[in-house]
């Protein structure tokens, strides 16, 4: 399975970015998927994610979506009412259904949100 993250980009606060992570080698219908990011200095956090129940991030709920076309296998993050603390590095990640950690990676979208 590989990952393709893209749509990063510099916004400013109460705007809107739509992340996109397309998928390639397996059915996308056959994995979890989930997005996560990683702000300088800290620990990589979950955001969303997207399978047989859709979950989200406290921090994120309510401002993000996560969807996913499976005729195109992509997956997107729609993130509005950003913040400058949802500044961060943008991971797309997926697992099989039959495992609990996320295996695959995408390289990352850089998100920068200025106040």
């Known amino acids: 399975v590989q990952l393709q993250a893209s749509g990063g980009g510099l916004v400013q606060a109460g705007g809107s970015l739509r992340l996109s992570c397309v998928v390639s080698g397996r059915s996308n219908t056959r994995v979890v998927m989930a997005w996560f990011r990683q702000a300088p200095g800290k620990e990589r956090e979950f955001v969303a994610q997207?399978?047989?129940?859709?979950y989200y991030d406290d921090s994120v709920k309510g401002r993000f979506t996560v969807s996913r076309d499976n005729a195109n296998n992509t997956m997107y993050l729609q993130m509005n009412s950003l913040k400058p603390e949802d500044t961060a590095v943008y991971y797309c990640?997926?697992?099989?259904?039959?495992?609990?950690?996320?295996?695959?990676w995408g390289q990352g979208t850089q998100v920068t949100v200025s106040s």
């Open positions: 990640a997926a697992r099989f259904t039959s495992t609990d950690a996320y295996a695959f």
């Open positions: 997207s399978g047989s129940l859709t």
